[in-house]
């Protein structure tokens, strides 16, 4: 106790030392957390037939509706280009006036994707391809069909929509047979999402979130030094609803598939607008959501197609080839993940299971 009493002062001191240096720390931690500098504006609205929300983390308002301006644009240039639907875009006009045998041509960065959609087609052995648009008109489900086609109608179909029928050369396309068309579907918002990630460089913005349909662009961070949480939708949920969360560091594109977007129940069975092109009929083998993550935007994009179509064991093994991260959704609600994703996903619905 004399020791205590004599030297008090000393203590005081010490212990006043170590409270101050505490809340020093403690101080910069928060501020390093939640940056006062940094807010968040969220835009809704829709772009390339699907629904898009912008989170935008920007010093203001004003800058926020900048860049909203911005991805607006990108987004409308990207349709312009590659939509089937708009009668003026490069790929309808394409559709419409090629030759057969002859060059029909493209401008390069086009040409660039539809070499890499040939790449995926032989690498998955036709279960990817960029010519499938024939099919899909046919069975006509983004526009609301709900009979199934006659099946001799959908075997004489399979050859427009084979891929070895077109090749890439001399600044153009060959299209070796009649009435094929070229189709961006697959990828389309992943490419958006790239273009929009090389806009969102050019800007000083802290970090954004934009969702166009299934495919999630992340860029920067929200200031606060956190990683992000992706909710993936839950295939057989309301819309918004998750069933799991991946942590994201950094910028990456995350895309999903499903069997839910769009379809038809006929007979008790369910016909959605992911088709296997060596059948003519939609994907069935037991998939029901395939989530894939990379640095690539057109990438992700392709691989949720392409995996959804080759099914759980080859499209895993795919997925690892091509070095992306990947989350698989069977219909028994059985989940299976890559081993890059092990640690970053975690289940948030107990009707859904991670199987080892
Ligand atoms: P979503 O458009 O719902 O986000 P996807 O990225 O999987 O889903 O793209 C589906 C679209 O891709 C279809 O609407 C169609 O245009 C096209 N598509 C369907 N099946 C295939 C396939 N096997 N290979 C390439 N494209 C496909
Ligand atoms: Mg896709």
């Not at 929200?222 to 994201?248: A, L, N, S």
């Not at 977007?261 to 959501?289: C, M, Q, V, W």
Request: glycine share 10%; with cysteine; net charge negative.
């Amino acid at each position: 106790m004399r020791f205590i009493a004599k030297y008090r002062h000393i203590i005081t001191v010490v212990i006043a030392v170590f409270c101050f240096a505490g809340l020093f720390f403690a101080g910069k931690r928060m501020k390093e957390l939640k940056n006062p500098d940094v807010n968040a504006d969220t835009f809704s609205g829709t772009a390339m037939g699907t629904a898009v929300r912008k989170t935008i983390y920007a010093e203001n308002r004003t800058k926020s509706e900048q860049v909203d301006a911005v991805i607006d644009d990108c987004l409308e240039e990207t349709e312009k280009q590659i939509s089937v639907r708009l009668s003026d875009s490069v790929v309808a006009k394409c559709n419409r006036n090629y030759a057969v045998d002859g060059i029909y041509e493209m401008p390069l960065d086009l040409l660039e994707y539809v070499e890499k959609e040939l790449e995926i087609f032989r690498e998955t052995e036709g279960a990817f391809s960029p010519c499938i648009r024939p099919i899909a008109d046919l069975w006509g489900i983004e526009d609301g069909n709900d009979t199934v086609p006659e099946e001799k109608t959908i075997e004489e179909m399979l050859k427009v929509c084979d891929a070895s029928n077109i090749e890439v050369e001399d600044g153009g396309i060959i299209f070796h047979e009649d009435d094929m068309a070229i189709d961006f579907g697959a990828v389309g918002k992943g490419i958006a999402g790239d273009r929009i990630v090389s806009e969102l460089q050019k800007t000083d913005i802290q970090g954004a979130v934009v969702s166009v349909g299934g495919s999630i662009a992340v860029y920067g961070n929200k200031g606060d030094g956190r990683p992000w949480h992706i909710g993936i939708q839950d295939p057989r949920g309301q819309t918004g609803e998750v069933f799991g969360v991946i942590d994201i560091e950094g910028n990456k594109m995350i895309s999903t598939s499903g069997d839910y977007e769009k379809y038809f129940e006929a007979d008790g069975k369910r016909y959605h607008h992911i088709f296997d092109p060596t059948t003519g009929y939609p994907a069935d083998n037991g998939l029901i959501s395939v989530t894939i993550v990379s640095d690539n935007g057109f990438l992700s994009d392709a691989l949720s197609t392409a995996c959804f179509v080759l099914g759980l064991e080859k499209g895993m093994a795919y997925a690892e080839e091509k070095n992306v991260d990947a989350v698989f959704v069977t219909s028994q609600k059985e989940v299976y993940v890559t081993g890059g994703m092990k640690k970053a996903f975690r289940i948030q619905s107990d009707q859904y299971h991670v199987k080892k």
